[in-house]
C-alpha cells in the first residue's frame, strides 16, 4: 500500500485534470499557456516547436509539435531531443521515450511516423518537478529525409548554470544560445561566425498574443512562476540569423537571461555591461574549442565544429544593451594584458559590429567605440526606450579617431521604428500604454496595439544582411556597404532612412577641413572665418551628441547672395591639395519647428586665389526637413569634388555656404567637413544592392504635420504604495515599493527621485517586477524634510513615471 503525501496527491489530481484535456489539447483547441521556445529546424526541414498547455504547482503537461517544411515525407525515423532536468515524466502519449528524466530522445509511434511535406504531428507528456518553475527544452530535431539545398538547420546549445568569476562574481550565469547555420555544408570549409546579444528584458511571461513579460524570477533562480514561460530573448532575431544562415553564415545567438538580467549594476558599469561582454567571450572560447577539437561538439548541435569555424572571419551583433556589450567584448579581446586571446583558441579578428538602438553608457568612465573594424548603428526614431538615441555617440566620436586602414562607421536612422520590436519576442511597444508611440512628426512602421512589427523588422533585416555580407566573410561583397553609404542611392523601400556615413582611416582617406573646435570665428586651423550679411554663426556643444563634438549652430539668417559663412583653412594664396580625394562630406541637420519645408543652402570651394568654384545646392545630397521627434542626428552629404566645376583642387583654401532660401524662423546645424576618398567598391557605383529579396513591406505613410509637441509622461498614481522604509546596515536606508503596474526591464535603469534626492540602486525581490526596492545613502536620507514627493522613472525623456506620493521619514523602521 502506497503511502503518498499530500503534495503527491495534489500532484496526482493536477495530472489527472491535466490528462482529461488532453484530447483537446492534441487537436490544438485548447489555448496555451504560452510558447516558451520557437521552433528549432534540422538540416532537413523538419522542425520542433514546444507548447506548455499545463501548468501547477509541481508539475506540466506539454506537446512537441514536430512539422516537416521537406518537399518529401517522413518515413517514420524522425526524433527530437529533450532535456526535461530533474523533472521525471509520470505520463506520455503518442512517441516512444528513451527515459523519463535528465537527456532524453523521443522516436514516433507508428500513427504519427509520416508525416507529409507542410504538416504536422505532435506527441506530449506530463511531468512532475521539484520545484515550481522547471520547464522541458528542446535540444534537436532530426530525420532521415536528405538535406534540403538551401535549407537552414536551427539548433540549441545550454549548459548548467554556475558562478564565473570572470563573468559575473555575484550570479549564477549559463552559456546558452541558439545555433544557426546552413542545411548543407561543403566538405572542407571553414564558415564565418556571427554573434548576436540580445538587451535587457524580462526573463518570464504570461499569456500570448502578446506574451506578457513581468516577471524576473528566472533571471535568479533559472525558474519561471507557474502559468509562466522562460522569455527566449536570443531567439527573437531568427528572422535576421536564418537568412544570414542560408547566405553561408553560422550564427550563434545568445541568450543572457540567467544572472545578467538579475544585476542590478555597480558604480562604474550601471547597465551591467561588462558581464555581458565577457559571456560572450565565454561563448567565443566554448566555440572556438569545439572547432580545435578540445572539446566535442555537443550532438546536438546536429553537426561537428572540428576545423569548420573561421575565426579570422568574425561579426558582431547586440540590440540595446547587447549593443554596448558586444561593443564592450571587441574592446576586452583587445585590450592589452587581456586573458581572452589565450582562453579562446584561435586567434579572433572581428570584421564588423552591428548595432540596433544601443545603450552608451560606458566602462568606469571611458566611452566605447568600435575603432579599426566595420560599424553601423541602427537608430530606431521612435526609440522611447533610449529616446535621446545614444548610439549616434560612438559615430561622434569615432569621426576623429585616426585607423590604419579605412573601415566604414555609419549610421541608420530609420523613421517610423521603436526599439522594442526589432526583436520579435518583445511583443509590447516601448512607448506607453496611453497611446503614446514614441513616434513625433511622422508615420509609425507598427501598431502599438500588435505584438510586433514586419515591416520594422525588415528595415533591420535588409540592413544587418548588407553590413555583414559586405564586412564579414573570405568572400564578403564589399558593394553590398552602398546602402550605408549616401553617396549612392537609397533603395526603393517603403520607409525612410537618414544616413551618416564616415570612410575611417586616417588624413589619406579623411582630411579634417573643420570641425568647429575653435573659439566662434575662428577655423579649426587657426585662422580666421569669414561671414558676410545676416547670419549668426556660433561654434559650440550639440545637443544629444557626444561632448566630444563640437559644431556650427547657424541662425538669425537674412537670406541673400551676400549672406554666407565661409570657413578658411589656410591664408590666401595658399590651399589643400584634394586632387587624392573623391567627395567633400559635411554633416548638417535643422532644428525642429514649425515650418514642414526643406531647408537649402549652396556649396562652393574656395580657391587660393579666392576664386570660387560653381554653386552646389545641398538639398540635391541631403533633405533638411525637420527632424522626427526634434532630435538632431546629422546626417551626412557626400558631394563629388567633380561637382564644383571652377575649383582648382590642387588649391583649395576654404568652404563658402551661401544663404539664398530663407529659413524662415529655423535654425541649422553643421558639423565634420572633410575631402574623403571613395571606399565603397566601384561595383555599387550604380547603386545596385546584392540581392537581398524578400516580400515588401506594406505601404507607409512618410510624414504627418509638423509641429507636434513632444508628449508628456504618462503618470501612474493608481495602485502605487510605500510598502516599507528601512535601515539597510548603518550607511543606507531601503524604500520597497510596489505598483499594479509593474516596473519593466528597459535598456535604462529605473530612477527613484525622493525630494531633491536619487538613486539608481534597484532591485526586485524574487524576480517580482511589481516590487522594486531602491537603497538611498542614509547621508541622502538625513537632508530630505519630514515630506517629499516619491516618483519612479526611467531617467530624462522617460515615457511613464510612477507617483508614490510623499514619504514621512517618521516611517523609518528602528
Not at 540580445?198 to 506574451?211: A, D, F, I, L, S
Not at 532630435?631 to 561637382?643: D, E, F, H
Not at 566645376?645 to 541649422?668: E, H, I, K
Not at 504618462?714 to 516599507?724: D, K, L, M, V, Y
Request: net charge negative; proline share 7%; aromatic share 8%.
Amino acid at each position: 500500500m502506497h503511502n503518498f503525501s499530500f503534495q503527491s496527491r495534489w500532484d496526482t489530481w493536477m495530472a489527472a485534470a491535466a490528462l482529461a484535456l488532453l484530447p483537446a489539447c492534441s487537436d490544438g483547441s485548447t489555448e496555451p499557456i504560452g510558447t516558451s521556445q520557437a521552433a528549432l529546424q534540422g538540416a532537413n526541414g523538419i522542425s520542433a516547436d514546444r507548447v506548455i498547455d499545463s501548468q501547477w504547482g509541481q508539475g506540466y503537461c506539454a506537446r512537441i509539435v514536430v512539422s516537416n517544411q521537406h518537399p518529401s515525407a517522413t518515413t517514420g525515423t524522425w526524433s527530437v531531443a529533450l532535456d526535461v532536468g530533474p523533472g521525471a515524466i509520470f505520463s506520455s502519449w503518442d512517441g516512444t521515450f528513451s527515459g523519463s528524466t535528465g537527456q532524453i530522445t523521443v522516436t514516433p509511434q507508428g500513427s504519427n511516423a509520416a508525416i507529409p511535406p507542410s504538416e504536422s504531428r505532435q506527441f506530449g507528456f506530463c511531468a512532475s518537478i521539484p520545484s515550481q518553475g522547471i520547464e522541458p527544452v528542446v535540444l534537436s530535431v532530426s530525420s532521415d529525409l536528405p538535406p534540403m539545398g538551401g535549407g537552414v538547420a536551427i539548433a540549441e546549445y545550454k549548459f548548467p548554470a554556475a558562478i564565473d568569476a570572470m563573468v559575473s562574481p555575484d550570479y549564477a550565469t549559463e552559456l546558452w544560445a541558439s545555433f544557426y547555420r546552413p542545411a548543407n555544408l561543403e566538405a572542407g570549409r571553414q564558415y564565418p561566425l556571427l554573434v548576436f546579444m540580445h538587451g535587457n528584458h524580462p526573463t518570464c511571461g504570461t499569456g500570448v498574443n502578446p506574451r506578457t513579460d513581468n516577471n524576473n524570477q528566472y533571471a535568479t533562480t533559472g525558474t519561471c512562476p507557474a502559468n509562466y514561460v522562460v522569455v527566449p530573448n536570443h531567439r527573437g532575431y531568427d528572422y535576421m540569423a536564418e537568412d544570414l544562415a542560408a547566405r553561408g553564415y553560422f550564427v550563434v545567438s545568445i541568450n543572457t537571461n540567467r544572472g545578467i538580467h538579475a544585476a542590478s549594476g555597480s558604480p562604474g558599469d550601471e547597465f551591467v555591461i561588462g558581464p555581458r561582454g565577457r559571456l560572450l567571450l565565454r561563448h567565443l572560447e566554448r566555440l572556438s574549442r569545439w572547432d580545435s577539437g578540445a572539446e566535442p561538439t555537443p550532438p546536438e548541435l546536429g553537426v561537428d565544429l572540428l576545423d569548420r569555424i573561421d575565426f579570422d572571419q568574425v561579426g558582431l551583433l547586440g540590440h540595446s544593451r547587447g549593443g554596448e556589450a558586444v561593443r564592450f567584448a571587441y574592446n576586452e579581446y583587445r585590450r592589452s594584458g587581456s586573458p581572452w586571446p589565450a582562453l579562446i583558441d584561435s586567434p579572433v579578428s572581428i570584421r564588423g559590429i552591428f548595432e540596433i538602438g544601443p545603450t552608451d553608457q560606458g566602462q568606469n568612465g571611458q566611452r566605447l567605440n568600435a575603432d579599426q573594424t566595420a560599424w553601423n548603428v541602427i537608430l530606431p526614431a521612435c526609440d522611447w526606450d533610449l529616446s535621446d538615441l545614444p548610439g549616434m555617440r560612438p559615430f561622434d566620436r569615432m569621426m576623429s579617431i585616426a585607423e590604419p586602414e579605412p573601415l566604414s562607421k555609419s549610421f541608420y536612422h530609420v523613421w517610423g521604428a521603436n526599439h522594442n520590436y526589432y526583436n520579435s519576442e518583445w511583443q509590447l511597444a516601448d512607448g506607453n500604454s496611453g497611446g503614446i508611440t514614441g513616434c513625433i512628426d511622422h508615420e509609425e512602421l507598427f501598431d502599438p496595439l500588435e505584438n510586433g512589427s514586419p515591416a520594422q523588422r525588415e528595415t533591420g533585416r535588409l540592413a544587418a544582411v548588407q553590413f555583414f555580407t559586405a564586412n564579414v566573410g573570405a568572400e564578403r561583397d564589399e558593394a553590398a556597404n552602398a546602402l550605408f553609404d549616401p553617396a549612392f542611392p537609397f533603395p526603393d523601400v517603403p520607409y525612410r532612412v537618414r544616413r551618416g556615413y564616415h570612410p575611417g582611416g586616417g588624413s589619406a582617406d579623411s582630411l579634417m577641413l573643420e570641425d568647429f573646435i575653435n573659439p566662434t570665428g575662428t577655423s579649426s586651423y587657426g585662422l580666421p572665418n569669414t561671414t558676410g550679411g545676416t547670419i549668426a554663426v556660433d561654434h559650440t556643444p550639440l545637443s544629444g551628441h557626444d561632448p566630444s563634438l563640437s559644431g556650427a549652430w547657424i541662425h538669425d539668417v537674412a537670406a541673400g547672395s551676400a549672406t554666407f559663412f565661409q570657413s578658411n583653412w589656410s591664408v590666401a594664396g595658399t590651399g589643400f591639395d584634394l586632387t587624392s580625394y573623391d567627395t567633400l562630406d559635411l554633416r548638417a541637420d535643422r532644428s525642429w519647428g514649425s515650418d514642414p519645408a526643406e531647408a537649402s543652402f549652396l556649396v562652393e570651394l574656395v580657391n587660393a586665389d579666392d576664386t570660387r568654384s560653381s554653386a552646389v545646392a545641398i538639398d540635391e545630397f541631403l533633405e533638411l526637413g525637420p527632424p522626427p521627434r526634434g532630435g538632431t542626428t546629422l546626417p551626412t552629404a557626400r558631394i563629388p569634388l567633380s561637382s564644383f566645376s571652377g575649383a582648382t583642387l590642387a588649391s583649395v583654401r576654404g568652404v563658402r555656404l551661401t544663404f539664398t532660401t530663407p529659413l524662415d524662423g529655423n535654425s541649422l546645424y553643421l558639423a565634420n567637413i572633410r575631402a574623403t576618398r571613395a571606399t565603397t567598391e566601384a561595383l555599387a557605383a550604380s547603386g545596385q544592392l546584392a540581392s537581398v529579396a524578400s516580400s515588401a513591406a506594406p505601404p507607409i505613410s512618410l510624414a504627418r504635420a509638423a509641429g507636434t509637441s513632444r508628449p508628456e509622461a504618462r503618470r501612474i498614481t493608481a495602485g502605487n504604495a510605500i510598502q516599507s522604509v528601512r535601515r539597510s546596515g548603518a550607511d543606507a536606508v531601503e524604500l520597497t515599493l510596489t505598483s499594479a503596474e509593474f516596473f519593466d526591464l528597459r535598456a535604462t535603469n529605473l530612477v527613484l527621485t525622493v525630494g531633491a534626492e536619487r538613486s539608481t540602486a534597484a532591485r526586485h525581490p524574487n524576480g517580482d517586477l511589481h516590487t522594486v526596492q531602491f537603497l538611498l545613502p542614509r547621508a541622502a536620507f538625513d537632508r530630505l524634510a519630514a515630506q517629499e514627493p516619491v516618483t519612479v522613472d526611467y531617467g530624462q525623456g522617460s515615457s511613464v513615471a510612477w507617483d508614490f506620493g510623499h514619504l514621512d521619514k517618521t516611517a523609518l523602521a528602528p
